[in-house]
């Protein structure tokens, strides 16, 4: 069985400040791990995944998480957010062998103050 | 390059009654998973289809049901609607490149 723990539930932090949102997960096998990220009234939206190789993987609007084997975590960061970040992200994680079902945290409430 | 379609966008039944909810694909995928968001919740993975197969399943009673047509499009269908059946139903779509599904925008279903 595998699971995924999201520390926070609410993140609010002012703009142009630096973010890490924690999310740690549990698996007995090898894992790819996932950030989404879901706006008000819409469905999920890939923000970066690790499947393999590098640990650190970068998003394309400046956000990146790095793969940490030892400490089973999954730490998404941003060294400096703007108002449009403002809304939830899902850590998520699956077995890495074939298509299996991914299994979602609870989220985290990211509000980004003016 | 349409993404993954979802129909209705909203629905509201009453206690009892059935629902189908619709899905199609993102371009090029074969493999249609749904899954259940409630309100304040991360979504939680109901079943999957592959070649018009349910390859895997969640904890989700039997009311769950689902279908996968030979043109990768899928139906979830939940009978004797429950109260606690409110939620975002969301469509994912995958094939090809491991890892990483596209989701749609889903349905909100509210049961009354």
């Known amino acids: 069985a595998q699971s995924v723990t999201q520390l926070d539930s609410q993140v609010p932090v002012f703009e142009e400040a630096p973010v890490e949102l924690r999310c740690n997960y549990s698996s007995s096998v090898s894992v790819y791990l996932f950030w989404y990220v879901q706006y008000p009234n819409q469905g999920l939206q890939l923000l970066l995944k690790y499947l393999s190789g590098s640990t650190l993987v970068k998003s394309i609007n400046g956000f990146e998480a790095e793969f940490n084997k030892s400490q089973t975590s999954f730490h998404l960061r941003k060294p400096s957010v703007h108002i449009s970040d403002t809304a939830e992200y899902f850590c998520a994680v699956t077995h890495s062998g074939g298509y299996q079902k991914v299994t979602f945290g609870t989220g985290t409430k990211l509000q980004v103050i003016p | 390059d349409a993404g993954v379609t979802q129909s209705p966008t909203h629905l509201i039944k009453t206690r009892g009654q059935q629902v189908t909810l619709r899905c199609s694909p993102k371009?090029?995928?074969?493999?249609v998973s749904w899954y259940q968001q409630a309100l304040g919740q991360g979504p939680q993975f109901i079943f999957q289809y592959y070649e018009e197969e349910e390859r895997q399943r969640g904890n989700f009673p039997d009311r769950f049901s689902g279908h996968q047509f030979p043109n990768y499009s899928s139906e979830l269908n939940v009978n004797a609607l429950l109260l606690g059946d409110s939620a975002l139903y969301l469509c994912a779509s995958s094939g090809g490149q491991k890892g990483g599904y596209t989701f749609g925008s889903g349905t909100r279903l509210t049961v009354v």
């Open positions: 371009s090029g995928h074969d493999t």
